[in-house]
């Protein structure tokens, strides 16, 4: 089938067009820049505007077999401003809307509609166990997620069906989250981040990929999943786990005021505080992950 990425030319969208080539698909990733799509003989790049409208790339998503919406601007790119705050919000929020507009509009529309959303949906949440159906939380991150899947609610139809997901903490050596935490563990003063109770919900970027190929092709699958490992960890329990692979002690902690000072709100929101959340839908419609311990995920990353 023909599928349409937006958002593909990232950490997770560019792993994601190669899988789905490979296994055949023919893959469309909506660009600003357009131009082709770099190494994928089975892929190519449409520039697109992420404005809230539709507009002459609207066209792909008319026949398309699934579209798969991964834009927004980064969460951890920046310190979070007011304006850089307003910015991640906006950016998923219009890119959303004009795939909307742009599915609503095709005479024939893709059958599914698969939009990104992370477990910030639900907020900090100390130590309970979080599934799907734990409402959401009120900090920045979880009201961006909020009007974020808002949107991504406009596209079911007869013709098609919604997929979220909320996607935890990706593990790959080249992107996301684990080459930011590296650096100390190579010098030996690695460890947990404040207090590291806080639990991390993480994922292998293969399991990630795998599940977003899964829900593509499975009739079953609707609404919110979480694309989490069924055993998240607390952060010390992952520094351990992470000095252990790099065969590195993790015993130096980084203090939570520290972080702050740096980071500002950001700190909190992406390091401080986390989600114990389990892929409970995932399970139930029998999906197997690869890497289910967060020792045998980091073991892969450093062989």
């Not at 357009?34 to 008319?62: I, K």
């Not at 991390?200 to 899964?214: K, S, Y």
Request: charged share 20%; net charge positive.
């Amino acid at each position: 089938m023909k599928i349409v990425i937006a958002g593909g030319s990232g950490f997770l969208g560019r792993p994601l067009a190669a899988a789905l080539a490979v296994d055949g698909h023919e893959v469309v990733t909506l660009s600003r820049g357009g131009g082709p799509a770099r190494g994928q003989t089975r892929s190519r790049a449409v520039t697109w505007n992420p404005d809230g409208n539709s507009g002459p790339w609207a066209s792909e998503l008319d026949g398309a077999g699934a579209v798969v919406n991964l834009a927004g601007e980064s969460i951890a790119g920046k310190r979070w401003s007011d304006t850089q705050k307003q910015r991640i919000l906006d950016s998923r929020v219009a890119a959303t809307r004009s795939l909307v507009a742009a599915s609503q509009a095709a005479k024939h529309p893709p059958p599914v509609f698969v939009s990104g959303s992370a477990v910030g949906y639900y907020g900090p949440r100390g130590d309970e166990k979080i599934s799907e159906d734990t409402p959401p939380g009120s900090d920045f991150l979880a009201n961006v997620c909020v009007q974020w899947e808002a949107e991504a609610k406009r596209a079911p139809s007869a013709a098609t069906r919604l997929v979220c997901l909320r996607t935890g903490l990706v593990l790959e050596r080249d992107g996301g989250a684990l080459p930011q935490m590296l650096p100390p563990f190579r010098f030996g003063v690695g460890g947990p981040v404040g207090s590291g109770r806080q639990y991390w919900p993480w994922i292998h970027r293969a399991d990630w990929i795998g599940l977003v190929q899964w829900a593509i092709r499975t009739p079953t699958v609707s609404g919110a999943i979480n694309l989490t490992a069924p055993n998240p960890v607390t952060n010390a329990e992952f520094a351990k786990a992470l000095g252990r692979a790099m065969h590195r002690p993790a015993f130096m902690p980084a203090p939570a005021f520290a972080l702050k000072l740096m980071l500002g709100e950001m700190a909190e929101g992406l390091l401080l505080s986390g989600q114990r959340a389990v892929p409970e839908r995932p399970e139930q419609l029998g999906f197997t992950f690869r890497y289910s311990r967060v020792d045998d995920a980091l073991a892969a990353l450093f062989p």
